[in-house]
């Protein structure tokens, strides 16, 4: 099924993600996650692609093991920036074969050496999306970031180029993370102020590890609040503390995204099924599979 289909539901519904195995040797332990997570009855799954095209065969077999035989619809991440147009069109093909109908289109982060964009690649992801476009009928999403992308130094333009890539052909939008709902809400006025009307999906993160969390935060630029930080400072020490604290702080994002009319939510579940179950069963009342 489209994701853009999907999201014309106004009912609450949660989405997933996985991100796919780096070795062949971890493969079984991913898919037996994933099929955990499909078990859930999410709307979908999306399953991300390494920056450097290395994961993409295993991107593709678990997208298509979710929507072919477990009947979960999925979403295939596909990132540009380190594979030539014509491997990039390889893998649309392959997705259109394995009748996967959902592209996540990105470009990847720029890797630290080397020229960019090398010749014959994407610069944008809005290259991309045109191409995706040309090549099959999919539901094409995309990346936006409310707090700013890190390469563009002013959240205006980043707006403009956001909106730019969704005139390209984006259906829907789906948000880097974020620990303070009101940077969201902010975000979505200042988009549908420049005329970006596509659905927005936020995208959460339970944080389960508090200390590579204010690592992460602090490559990507992610305001820690300071709710937030206390959360860290006093359970980040503690795994498990850590880790009901973390399903506790993005239930209750989730729950003032529903309560403020946001009814789709994409969970950054990072292959922990028993994360994203624990967060399923906080929200029985609210969102029913
Ligand atoms: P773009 O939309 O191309 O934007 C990149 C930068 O270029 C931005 O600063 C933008 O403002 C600027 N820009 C865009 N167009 C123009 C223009 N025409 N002129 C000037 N500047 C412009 N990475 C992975 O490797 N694998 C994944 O599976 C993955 N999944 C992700 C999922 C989500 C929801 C998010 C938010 C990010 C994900 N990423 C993933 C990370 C992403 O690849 C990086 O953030 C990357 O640096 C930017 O990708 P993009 O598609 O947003 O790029």
């Known amino acids: 099924m489209k994701i853009r289909d999907l999201l014309k539901d106004s009912n609450p519904h949660i989405s997933f993600e996985v991100f796919p195995p780096k070795t062949d040797a971890a493969y079984e332990s991913v898919m037996k996650a994933t099929e955990e997570i499909a078990a859930l009855k999410p709307s979908f799954v999306s399953v991300t692609y390494g920056a450097g095209g290395g994961t993409s065969k295993n991107t593709v077999k678990i997208a298509s093991h979710l929507s072919n ?50 010749p014959n690649h994407y610069r944008y992801a809005s290259e991309l999306i045109e191409d995706i476009k040309r090549q099959g009928d999919f539901c094409i999403g995309a990346a936006c970031y409310p707090e700013g992308h890190t390469e563009t130094e002013h959240k205006k333009d980043d707006i403009q180029n956001l909106k730019h890539k969704v005139d390209c052909g984006v259906d829907f939008l789906t948000t880097q993370m974020f620990f303070d709902n009101n940077i969201l809400y902010n975000f979505l006025y200042r988009i549908r102020e420049k005329g970006i009307t596509v659905p927005v999906l936020p995208g959460i993160m339970p944080v389960t590890n508090g200390k590579q969390m204010k690592r992460i935060c602090a490559l990507s630029g992610t305001v820690l609040p300071e709710r937030f930080r206390a959360v860290v400072d006093r359970f980040g020490d503690d795994p498990k503390a850590m880790q009901q604290a973390g399903i506790a702080y993005a239930t209750d994002q989730i729950i003032d995204l529903i309560a403020n009319g946001i009814n789709h939510i994409h969970i950054y579940s990072m292959n922990k099924p028993e994360i994203a179950a624990a967060i399923i069963r906080n929200l029985s009342e609210i969102v029913k599979p």
């Not at 540009?80 to 147009?85: D, E, F, G, L, Y």
């Not at 996967?100 to 050496?113: F, H, K, M, S």
Request: hydrophobic share 40%; with cysteine; net charge negative.
């Open 69 to 118: 035989d477990l009947g979960v619809t999925s979403l295939a991440h596909l990132t540009c920036v380190s594979s030539t147009k014509e491997e990039v069109h390889r893998v649309i093909e392959e997705l259109k074969e394995q009748k996967i109908e959902n592209i996540l289109a990105l470009r990847g982060d720029v890797p630290a050496d080397g020229e960019f964009p090398l």
